[in-house]
């Protein structure tokens, strides 16, 4: 295992609502990333976090944001669910390299979320 | 916009052939990563890729960069039925991170 934890791992939501999605890092890690993953496709890269700073983010909405605290842990904040944000949500960690994602990442298992 | 587009999408071999997918980026990225995923798991790092025209094995998988840094390929030599997953490359542009569209393989035994 990776050392990477999520939680939860399901999720219900109803159209509207707004979700917390929770990632631990590896130890040693201080840099978090989010992706989100519908059925059958890639991970869609949301955004990523270094020392509590956003430091690269995808095409998504402002209603997709996030936290990284002291620990190295993070957040996901989604506002305002719509039924095509129902997917798996990824939370990866790594060591900062050179630029961004440019070593290894550590996924954790993920937080299915369905929008109902 | 940017797109990793992966091909072929789906793949069936039997056991003992070999395997190749190929990813081709529409802009350079700084890095190649390949990751497989196994059905209902979480994306795991394989290897990465930095230079142009660069080429590393892993006992039976070899991976290249292109030298354009726009496209990769990994070969799987004699798949087993341990391989059976989705292969994804991934790599930075800018300030984003691009999956490609994975191919899936099923190895029949």
């Known amino acids: 295992e990776t050392g990477v934890t999520q939680s939860p791992t399901h999720l219900i939501k109803t159209r509207g609502q707004q979700v917390t999605l929770r990632c631990s890092s590896q130890?040693?890690?201080?840099?978090v990333s989010w992706y989100q993953q519908a059925l059958g496709q890639g991970p869609q890269f949301i955004f990523q976090?270094?020392?509590?700073?956003?430091?690269g983010r995808g095409n998504f909405p402002p209603r997709f944001s996030g936290l990284q605290f002291p620990n190295y842990s993070s957040e996901l904040n989604v506002n305002a669910l719509e039924l095509d944000d129902s997917a798996l949500y990824l939370c990866?960690?790594?060591?900062?390299?050179?630029?961004?994602?440019?070593?290894?990442?550590?996924f954790g298992q993920g937080t299915r979320l369905t929008v109902v | 916009g940017q797109q990793v587009m992966q091909i072929p999408q789906y793949q069936h071999v039997q056991e003992g052939e070999d395997f190749t997918t190929y990813c081709n980026s529409s802009?350079?990225?700084?890095?190649i990563q390949w990751y497989k995923q196994r059905p209902g798991g979480h994306p795991v790092f394989l290897i990465q890729?930095?230079?142009?025209?660069e080429v590393k094995k892993q006992k039976r998988l070899t991976f290249q960069f292109g030298e354009a840094k726009k496209n990769s390929s990994l070969h799987i030599t004699a798949t087993q039925t341990t391989d059976v997953g989705t292969y994804f490359c991934?790599?930075?542009?800018?300030?984003?991170?691009?999956f490609g569209t994975g191919t899936s393989l099923t190895v029949i035994p």
């Open positions: 802009t350079t990225l700084s890095n």
């Open positions: 991934a790599g930075p542009a800018g300030n984003q991170f691009y």
């Open positions: 130890s040693g890690h201080n840099t």
């Open positions: 890729l930095v230079k142009s025209g």
């Open positions: 976090y270094y020392r509590e700073e956003e430091n």
């Open positions: 990866a960690s790594s060591t900062p390299g050179t630029g961004l994602m440019n070593t290894e990442a550590f």
